[in-house]
C-alpha cells in the first residue's frame, strides 16, 4: 500500500516523539512491503513564530491531499497565560479539526498489566479496563456562537447540535462495540440540557440498526465518579466535544501513564492521529519524553487503513519493551532509556 | 438563637437521613439553649406524586420565609429513562435553587484518615486531601436560553455569565480560601469558551481584593486529571455551574465514602443544606442508608449562622462514630448499624 502522510510535529515534546513513530512506520513499511511518504508542516507555536498563523494555508492545503496526518503536540508556555491573546496555537488545532471533517475523536484507554502499579487507582479498580472512548469532535460549545457584549460584561457560547451531528459519530461507535464487548454509554446532561436530550432520543434511533449492542445511559457528573469507581464497567462510551474533553482527560490517568495513549481522529475524507499528551514543555529537549504513545498512534494509522498485522507488529514491540522495562523515565526510575533509544528498541524489535 | 428551619426531605432515603440531621440539630438545641423550628414541605417525585408540581407552590412559599432550608434528596426511578417528561422531579431543585437565589455551592471534600483504605484511589494520593469547591450554581447553560427546532433537528443551550454573576461567587470563594490555606484555583476553559475567558478576567480583578490568596488557573479537562492524580494540591476550587456538577462529584469518590459528604447551597437571602449523595431508591426503607453526609450537612448550617461551637459538637461527634466504627453498611461490612442507630449514637454523643 501507498500513504501519503502529513507530519505535523508541533510543539516542545511533539517532534521528539513524532520522529520515533515515523522510524516505527519506517520499519513497518520495510517488513511489510509498503511505500509510506512523509510531507511535514508547520502547526502550533512554532507556526505563529514562523509566519504569524497557527495553521498556516500550506499546512491545511497539505492535509486536505494527504492520506493521513500524524501530529504531535501544540502549544507553548508564553501563550498559557494569555487565553484572550489574539493567536493562540489551540486556534491551529481546532480549526484543522473543523476544516478536515475530523467529527470524532477516538480514545482507547487500557490497564496494562506491567504498569498498572502506577496507577493512582488502586489494582482491583482498575484491573481489566479496556475502553474505547468516541468523543463528538467538531460541533456543540466548542464550535458554537460566541459572544461578549460590547462593554464586556456579558459573554456566552452557544452549544448547539443537529440529528446529523449525532448521528454520524454514534454509527461509529456503535460499529466499535460491535467489534468490542456489544456494549455502548451515551454520557450526557438529559436532565438539564436540550441538546443532551437530542443526543438520547437521535442514538436511541440509531440503536435500532444495531440490535446487537446494549446501550445505557449516564448522566456526565455520574460518569466522572463510575470512571474512578469502576472503570472495567465501560467498554464504549460516546459523548459530545466538551463532555468527551473532560471525560477522556479523566480516564487517561487510571491506566498508571499518560505517556501511552493515543488518539485517532477521523471523518468521512481525512483522519489524524495523535498522542494525547501535550506539549510537555519542561521536557523538550531533554530525551526524556515517552514516544509510546505517538508510537501507538502510528499504530491506530495503520488499523485505520486495515492493516491490522501491521498494527499489531507496532503494539508487540510496545509491549515488548513495556515487559522488559525498555522505557523513558516516567515508567522506569531505576534504568531509564532516552526517547530515541526506546524508539530504536522498538524499532528493532518491528 | 432562634431559627425557622423549612424541612424538604424529599424521595427516596431523603426522609430517613433527613429524620437523623433533625435529631442532631435538636440535640444540639438542647444542650446549646436554640430554638430551632421545623416545617416541612413536598419537593421531588413525591410532591409531583401529591400535587402534579415538583415545587409546589406552598414549598417555595416556605423556603422564601424561612431560615434555613434542609434538603433530603430527590429523584425516583420511574422519571430517570424519560429525561424528556414534561414534568421531573430536578425541575423541583433547579427551581428551588433560582427562586431563592442560592447562587453558591459549596462542598467541602475530605479524606478521613480511618476512611482512607476505602478509597478507589491510593493512601498516598489522597493523604492530606482537604478541598473546599465554590461551584456557581444559577448560570450558565444551566439556565441559559434552550432552543429545539420545530422539526425536532437542531437543539441548543446557551452559556451565558455576566460579570455580576462571576463576582459574586468569587467574593465568596476569596474569603473562604483567607479562612483556609490562602489559594484558590480557578476551573474553566478559557482556550475555548467566550464565557471562560470572561471568568478569568473577573477573576483576576476579584482576585485584587484578596491579595493574600494566591490564584491560579486550570483547564477543566486537565482538573479532572489533577483531581486524581494529586488532589491534595488543591484548597479553594471555584468554577461555573456545569464544570462545578462534574468535577464535585468526581472529587466527592477520592474521601473513600459519598456516604459523608455534605454541601451547602447559599445566596443573600436564604440558604440550603443538603447531603450530596442522591435519593438512592435501592435503599429506601431498609435503614441502611448512612445519615452522616446528611448530620454534616446540619453542621454546615449551624456554622453558616456563626454557630461554630455548635457545628463541631457535630463534627466531632462523627468523627467519634467514624473512629468507634458505629457506622452503617457501606463503611462496615463486619458490624453494620442502623442508620437510626448511626443517628442516635450521635445525637447521644452531642
Ligand atoms: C487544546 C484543546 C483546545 C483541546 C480540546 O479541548 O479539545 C485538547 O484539550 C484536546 O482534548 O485535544
Ligand atoms: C439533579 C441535577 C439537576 C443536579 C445538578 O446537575 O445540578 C445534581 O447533579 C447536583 O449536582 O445537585
Known amino acids: 500500500m501507498k500513504l501519503d502522510i502529513a507530519v505535523l510535529s508541533g510543539d516542545g515534546i511533539g517532534p521528539e516523539v513524532t520522529a520515533q513513530a515515523i522510524k516505527a512506520l519506517e520499519a513497518v513499511a520495510h517488513s511489510f512491503d509498503h511505500t509510506f511518504i512523509f510531507k511535514e508542516a508547520l502547526v502550533g507555536a512554532i507556526a505563529i513564530d514562523k509566519t504569524g498563523n497557527p495553521l498556516p494555508n500550506e499546512t491545511l492545503e497539505l492535509c486536505v ?12 508556555p508564553k501563550y498559557d497565560n494569555n487565553p484572550s491573546a489574539p493567536v493562540r496555537p489551540e486556534q491551529g488545532l ?15 484507554v487500557k490497564a496494562y498489566p506491567t504498569l498498572i502499579d502506577q496507577s493512582p487507582l488502586k489494582r482491583d479498580i482498575i484491573e481489566g479496563t479496556d475502553i474505547s472512548i468516541y468523543r463528538e469532535l467538531t460541533g456543540g460549545i466548542y464550535f458554537g456562537k460566541k459572544h461578549l457584549s460590547d462593554d464586556g460584561t456579558v459573554a456566552s457560547d452557544l452549544c448547539e447540535y443537529s440529528k446529523m451531528e449525532i448521528e454520524r459519530v454514534a454509527h461509529l461507535a456503535f460499529k466499535a462495540a460491535q467489534k468490542r464487548k456489544n456494549k455502548l454509554t451515551l454520557v450526557d446532561k438529559a ?24 446501550l445505557d445511559f ?5 460518569a466522572a465518579m463510575q470512571m474512578i469507581l469502576n472503570p472495567s464497567q465501560f467498554d464504549v462510551i460516546l459523548t459530545e466535544n466538551m463532555f468527551g ?32 499528551h501535550g506539549s510537555y514543555p519542561q521536557a523538550t529537549g531533554k530525551g526524556i519524553a515517552n514516544p509510546i504513545a505517538a508510537i501507538l498512534s502510528a499504530a491506530m494509522l495503520l488499523e485505520h487503513f486495515d492493516l491490522v498485522g501491521e498494527a499489531n507488529a507496532i503494539r508487540d514491540a510496545v509491549e515488548k519493551a513495556l515487559e522488559l522495562n525498555i522505557t523513558t523515565p516516567d515508567l522506569n526510575t531505576s534504568n531509564p532509556l532516552s526517547t530515541e533509544k526506546v524508539g530504536d528498541f522498538i524499532t528493532d524489535y518491528i
Chains 1, 2 share one sequence.
Not at 499518560?258 to 488518539?263: D, H, K, R, T
Request: glycine share 8%.
Open 65 to 76: 491531499n494527504t492520506d493521513a496526518v500524524l501530529f504531535g503536540a501544540i502549544g507553548d
Open 94 to 108: 481546532l480549526k484543522l479539526r473543523k476544516e478536515l471533517g475530523l467529527y470524532t475523536n477516538i480514545r482507547p
Open 191 to 214: 436532565n438539564v440540557l436540550e441538546s443532551s436530550r437530542l443526543w438520547r432520543k437521535v442514538v436511541t434511533e440509531v440503536a435500532q440498526e444495531y440490535k446487537d449492542v446494549t
Open 218 to 222: 449516564l448522566f456526565v457528573d455520574n
Open 245 to 276: 474533553d473532560i471525560i477522556s482527560d479523566e480516564a487517561s490517568v487510571i491506566g498508571g501513564s499518560i505517556g501511552l495513549l493515543a488518539s485517532a481522529s477521523v471523518g468521512d475524507n481525512c483522519c489524524m492521529f495523535e498522542p494525547i
